[in-house]
């Protein structure tokens, strides 16, 4: 059975969930751990049986419960490097470490890492900052810089950005977790090397595509002959100008490097899109410039045209709680 949860969606965390055959991803972390454990058993996942979390881009929203999440079930993190290299920064950015210095460390480590996988107690989700991104100023906010300098190297458990496993993958190279088929695809958005992703599991596909600033044309040849589509509708147009965001805010939210808007979303889906797909889910709706009606009035009015039983059925994504699960 294929299966798809989102467990939050939103400028305060993202994550879901896609099952496929004996396998479960995480797809994004933007909750925290304790948060997430919970989310996914109201949905009736239970985690201890993920295989494997997978990063869509480093802003806090997506990241925020990551590492204690995959330090608790001890399982691997797949980033793209650059990804990687800016989560890193983020969560040290007073490290005076170097990515080469860093990888280096690992290299040397790797044996006494594994011995502490070994012999250290479950950590518990109690270690998580339980940090929540207060608005989306934080998620676009620039990264440190990181400066090379000879410093003392933490020890692998204290150190923060330590991970059970890391894998790497790349835009445009698809690449498999177990039973899943993953097809990563890269999204104007102003972070390192952000992706969307194409589930492929069983047959069925579907299509994740949030916090991208405009629809590329590469972006609408992958989002083809879908079973499921996760689509941002970030803002309504006239609530972020009117809104409370500062000005420089407003035009990087408005950029082609920002977040799509309801028009934007509305444009693809009367344009573009195959009208395959059984579901179509809005999500990353903003809570300051945003309403669910004006996001879902926008997508029907889009969708009218291809009115059907089987397809295209509308669903909101929210902040607060999960979806119910969509099975295929
Ligand atoms: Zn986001
Ligand atoms: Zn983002």
């Not at 400028?11 to 396998?23: E, I």
């Not at 170097?98 to 044996?111: I, M, N, P």
């Not at 492929?200 to 629809?215: H, I, M, N, P, Q």
């Amino acid at each position: 059975m294929v299966r798809f949860t989102v467990l939050a969606s939103g400028s305060k965390g993202n994550s879901a969930v896609v099952s496929g055959g004996r396998t479960r991803i995480l797809v994004d972390a933007g909750l925290s751990c304790r948060e997430l454990h919970r989310r996914m058993r109201l949905a009736g996942e239970d985690p201890q049986t993920l295989d494997a979390i997978v990063i869509t881009h480093e802003h806090q929203d997506h990241i925020n419960g990551l590492a204690v999440t995959a330090r608790k079930l001890g399982i691997p993190v797949y980033f793209t490097e650059a990804t990687h290299r800016a989560w890193m920064r983020w969560l040290t950015p007073r490290r005076q470490m170097t990515y080469a210095q860093w990888l280096e460390q690992c290299k040397r480590q790797q044996a006494e890492r594994q011995a502490e996988i070994d012999a250290a107690a479950e950590p518990a989700c109690q270690e998580d900052s339980d940090q929540e991104d207060p608005a989306l100023e934080a998620e676009l906010a620039a990264q440190p810089a990181v400066e090379p300098v000879d410093a003392p190297l933490p020890a692998p458990r204290q150190d923060p950005t330590w991970l059970p496993a890391v894998e790497f993958f790349e835009a445009g190279q698809p690449f498999t977790i177990g039973n899943i088929d993953l097809s990563p695809f890269t999204i104007p958005h102003d972070a390192a090397d952000p992706v969307g992703f194409v589930f492929s599991t069983e047959g069925v596909r579907l299509g994740f595509a949030t916090d991208l600033g405009y629809v590329t044309p590469n972006v609408r040849a992958q989002l083809k002959r879908l079973d499921l589509l996760l689509l941002e509708s970030n803002h309504d147009l006239e609530m972020l100008r009117d809104g409370p965001y500062p000005w420089q805010v407003k035009q990087r939210v408005l950029s082609r490097v920002g977040h799509l808007s309801n028009d934007a979303a509305a444009e693809f889906l009367s344009n573009d899109y195959d009208g395959q797909a059984a579901y179509v889910i809005l999500g990353h709706l903003s809570e300051s410039n945003n309403l669910p009606d004006l996001a879902r009035v926008a997508a029907e009015r889009a969708l009218a045209p291809r009115a059907s039983l089987l397809a295209n059925r509308l669903i909101l994504a929210t902040q607060h709680e999960p979806l119910s699960s969509i099975d295929f």
